[in-house]
């Protein structure tokens, strides 16, 4: 099942107006699931599989971890089932819309690294 995923703790969607056209495309014509914490985000997951697409924001609130923690936990359950439903699917993409450029890097090189080698 397709479907996409929006992770930040305090903006919605039409706040990301730093995003490249395509992505606010994406935002505007597409439906999405939002996810304030990491918590909503294992609920999605275990409702909906692994999306095909996230926009991920890194500072997640006191308390709630960062981005880069979700990836963490996505590859790591990439890498240990078998279920192709919590598998990233062959479309999989993703952007990292978050203003902490630190955290922003950190984001898109594990994940694109992992990819990679997948």
């Known amino acids: 099942m397709d479907w996409n995923l929006f992770i930040d703790d305090e903006r919605n969607l039409s706040d990301v107006t730093w995003a490249p056209w395509q992505v606010q495309e994406k935002y505007r014509n597409e439906e999405?699931?939002?996810?304030?914490?990491?918590?909503?985000?294992?609920?999605?997951?275990?409702?909906?599989?692994?999306?095909?697409?996230?926009?991920?924001?890194?500072?997640?609130?006191?308390?709630?971890?960062?981005?880069?923690?979700?990836?963490?936990?996505?590859?790591?359950?990439?890498?240990e089932t078998p279920e192709d439903i919590y598998r990233f699917p062959e479309n999989f993409d993703f952007y990292v819309h978050s203003k902490n450029i630190v955290g922003k890097a950190n984001i898109e090189g594990l994940l694109n690294n992992y990819m990679k080698v997948r």
């Open 32 to 79: 999405w699931v939002v996810a304030r914490n990491g918590q909503e985000v294992l609920d999605a997951f275990l409702e909906k599989g692994m999306p095909s697409y996230i926009s991920f924001d890194h500072d997640l609130g006191e308390d709630s971890g960062t981005g880069y923690d979700i990836v963490k936990m996505l590859i790591n359950i990439d890498m």
